[in-house]
């Protein structure tokens, strides 16, 4: 190879995206909801908030599910790490941390342990103990190191290995027990924000977006960047799989949500209104990969036909910004985590139940 | 100061007051008497004469100007930056450390004030000889400044391999304590005066060569639109409505609107609440995808009892193994390894699994230095013969069309009307409770589903 200056290199590589983008615009392809037009359209849902968590006493910044449906994870701008069974509302753990905005939490596969960590640039793992006395952070280990704030963290298919993202523009997999980082990925010029695991079948790929507007798609093992996307118009807060694994949605500032199939390597649908002005912190799928709810920064959750690209509900119920929102694992309902100190967990509210309950002995109608 | 660069006989100026004044302190730090006490220092397998420590540095800095330990490591940095002082164990890394690391005197050949500036041509030769030596052992950014050089300076390319030749043959006649000291000098003295290239270009540099490697697989693909994927997401979309609780609902109830949590028990992984019968829906979502089967405990123990009939179970058991080994703690991996090819891979295993002999090659030499990912190729092959092979027959199979015929469809149940009718909402055993003795067994924890029954509160 001849002698490879920057410069030679930029120009190869922008010469290389024409390329690709000239070979893409020749399908004329269509978009996402173009192909799903025969299908029924979803009516207008109306939603249920079923549990509101309060006992945080700062804004409420992250939330993860437990594997076991009903138990969540949820940290705060004032370190304050709590575990609840959201079921019975009660809590069950709670930690400080030595430091503030806690930006990323996430419950252990085996729900035993929480990681979670902030502006400490650290990501450390709690097992939690079941003896009411037991000081949590007595047993906390530590075990990524970044050098700037961790934005997110999340265990992959075991409690051994966690795959974090940082401000300081890198994502990283770590191995628990030692501490050691496994692999480094690179490529973000600037801030990643998030990041979550591909539910393929090999399981050995994840997606980051960050303040570059770019959503990067990483081979775990080797550390490379298999596929990237820049098509929002600002940072991008939140990336979620489609359930089969063959797409990604985002969520940016741009107050957009988008659809990004890997096998099309483009963007084949984006979810936005003209009266959603501001940025969408964060979403998720549905079980069956019909609805995507977003979380955004005007205190609302809007919920997306991903098919058909329409809006079909808003929720007001939070009363300041919705900064986390994750279905719970086997979609019965969403939580929501907002900078009202609050969490909640809403799903679907239903006009047949409510009919079924009509018995005629009563005059009370009660909605279910 | 002046903005000339050149003093009155056209030589370039230097800061040549400090230069003289960090000399005199480097020569009294060589006192016989009054100096530094110098000593060997072991260097991989080479002893190194002459050595000190970082905090010998320090402690005589604060001694002799009377300053504090901060001003002193300060100072002292000073030396390292400039190259009169260098590390001995991180090179590159030209930074003073306050404790036990290891430092050399530069020798005053290759001091700032007699040799500066570097010159091209010097360079060229240290390269080429680094080049000669170890083919490859240039690293990226002194591969750039040879190729560089090489441009720039070729009319007098032959002078420069034949000096580089030279000086390595009149080296290899040396002592070799005396050789790696002089190639220490040498080093430091150039990483002193052609220091690597800023971090940030580097960082673009790469980063521009990844984008690259990442884009060209696609040159030789053809692209797919979305018209092409045959209403992918329409089918999964429908296929999975009926298990998708917000869109349509889930039996008996769901257990946020009811308080009833029954359809929890129902689908339970950990077999807290005796399962009697699945539901027809979970069994027949096993249906959808081998990922689905694998990744529900339940359907997972059916396959299993459906190999055992077929005589291939240990391909399952092999899969599950290679997950331990990728998702499992590091420092337990070449143990794990080694169990597993003791169990599925040795010859004459208990459990031998069948996999192509270009694999097991393959496999077995990776196992010499076991790691994370050694076992993936043979994963991967028992994987996709289990999807295209047994899967297919399983879902075919009278094992499963009996569990799906018996599996069962809840009765509805319905939220009470009545406030004071409403279900207590029952709190459960925490996932911590369980799983103690597979945390000393270093196994990749998942969800409990293998720790067996524990008793509901």
């Known amino acids: 190879r001849p002698s490879d200056t920057l410069t030679t290199l930029k120009t190869e590589s ?110 450390s793992v709690y097992p939690l103990s079941l003896d009411k006395n037991e000081n949590l952070a007595a047993k906390k280990k530590s075990v990524a190191m970044h050098t700037n704030y961790l934005s997110a963290c999340c265990f992959t298919n075991s409690d051994m290995q966690i ?86 949605a985002s969520g940016s500032d741009d107050a957009t949500c988008r659809l990004y199939d890997l096998r099309a ?62 279905v719970s694992p086997d979609g019965t309902a969403f939580c929501s985590g907002s900078w009202d100190h609050t969490l909640r967990v809403t799903n679907r509210f239903s006009y047949a139940r409510l009919l079924v309950n009509w018995s005629g002995s009563h005059s009370v109608i009660t909605p279910l | 100061m002046t903005i000339n660069t050149l003093s009155q006989d056209g030589v370039q100026r230097q800061q040549m007051p400090c230069l003289t004044k960090m000399e005199r302190m480097i020569i009294s730090m060589q006192d016989p008497d009054m100096g530094i006490k110098l000593r060997n220092q072991r260097l991989l397998i080479t002893v190194i004469p002459h050595a000190m420590t970082g905090l010998d540095i320090v402690e005589w800095l604060i001694k002799k100007c009377s300053i504090s330990d901060e001003e002193a490591l300060h100072v002292g940095q000073l030396f390292v930056k400039y190259g009169y002082i260098y590390p001995l164990k991180e090179p590159r890394n030209l930074i003073l450390k306050a404790d036990d690391s290891s430092y050399r005197f530069q020798t005053p050949y290759y001091w700032m004030s007699t040799r500066w500036p570097a010159s091209e041509l010097d360079y060229a030769i240290y390269l080429a000889k680094k080049n000669i030596r170890k083919q490859g052992e240039l690293i990226e950014y002194e591969k750039e400044c040879y190729n560089a050089l090489h441009k720039r300076i070729n009319h007098t390319w032959d002078f420069v391999v034949m000096q580089a030749r030279e000086q390595l043959r009149a080296s290899k006649q040396r002592r070799k304590g005396d050789r790696i000291v002089l190639e220490c000098q040498e080093q430091a003295y150039w990483l002193v005066n052609r220091p690597p290239v800023s971090p940030e270009h580097y960082k673009l540099t790469t980063l521009t060569k990844n984008t690259i490697a990442m884009l060209t697989p696609w040159c030789s693909l053809k692209y797919i639109g979305v018209s092409n994927l045959n209403g992918s997401y329409v089918k999964y979309c429908e ?27 129902m689908n339970s992984e950990t077999y807290m609440f005796i399962v009697a019968l699945p539901t027809k829906l979970r069994v027949e979502r096993w249906s959808f995808s081998f990922m689905e089967l694998l990744n529900d405990q339940m359907g997972r123990k059916e396959f299993l009892t459906y190999l055992e009939k077929e005589f291939s179970a240990e391909n399952l058991c092999f899969w599950q193994a290679c997950e331990d080994v990728r998702h499992g703690e590091t420092a337990k991996i070449p143990e794990k390894v080694d169990e597993v090819y003791k169990q599925f891979l040795a010859p004459g295993a208990s459990r031998w699994v069948n996999i192509d002999s270009k694999t097991m090659e393959k496999t077995l030499e990776g196992l010499k230095r076991p790691h994370r990912f050694v076992l993936d190729d043979a994963q991967m092959h028992i994987y996709f013969l289990m999807k295209k092979d047994s899967y297919p027959r399983y879902l075919k199979s009278e094992l499963y069309k009996n569990l799906l015929a018996r599996a069962i469809v809840p009765q509805e149940t319905k939220k009470s009307v009545f406030p004071f009718m409403r279900r207590q909402r029952h709190s459960s055993p925490s996932p911590a409770l369980a799983t103690q003795t597979a945390e000393d067994d270093g196994k990749a924890k998942y969800s409990n589903s293998n720790s067996g029954t524990a008793s509901r509160l």
């Open chain 1, 14 to 123: 922008e010469t290389l995206k024409t390329k690709l983008e000239e070979e893409r615009a020749k399908l004329h392809d269509v978009e996402l909801h173009q192909v799903a037009e025969k299908i029924e359209a979803l009516g207008q849902f109306v939603m249920k908030t079923r549990r509101t968590l309060k006992g945080h006493g700062n804004k409420v910044l992250c939330m993860d599910w437990c594997k076991d449906k009903r138990r969540i994870v949820s940290s705060s701008q004032d370190g304050k790490v709590i575990v609840w069974d959201a079921f019975t509302t009660n809590k069950e753990h709670a930690v400080t941390m030595p430091c503030t905005w806690v930006m990323a939490c996430a419950y252990a596969p085996s729900g035993c342990a929480v990681a979670c960590g902030g502006l400490d640039n650290k990501c």
């Open chain 1, 163 to 248: 795959l974090t993202s940082s401000g300081d523009g890198t994502c990283a997999l770590w191995d628990v027990e030692s501490g050691q980082m496994l692999q480094s990925f690179h490529g973000h010029a600037a801030d990643v924000l998030c990041l979550d695991l591909a539910p393929s079948e090999t399981g050995n790929t994840f997606v980051s977006g960050g303040c570059d507007k770019k959503a990067c798609v990483w081979d775990m093992r080797t550390g490379q960047c298999i596929q990237s996307f820049e098509t929002h118009e600002s940072d991008i807060n939140s990336v979620r799989y489609y359930p089969s694994g063959d797409a990604f």
């Open chain 1, 265 to 326: 390597d483009r963007e084949v649908a984006i979810y936005s209104k003209e009266s959603i002005i501001f940025g969408t912190s964060s979403v998720d799928f549905s079980l069956s990969g019909r609805l995507l709810f977003g979380g955004y920064n005007d205190y609302t959750i809007n919920v997306w036909d991903v098919l058909k690209g329409t809006r079909v509900s808003i929720l007001f119920g939070h009363e300041n910004r919705v900064s986390t929102l994750r």
């Open chain 2, 239 to 265: 296929q999975y409505q009926p298990h998708d609780p917000i869109m349509q609902g889930c039996l008996p109830s769901n257990p946020w609107i009811t308080d009833d949590i029954m359809f929890w028990n």
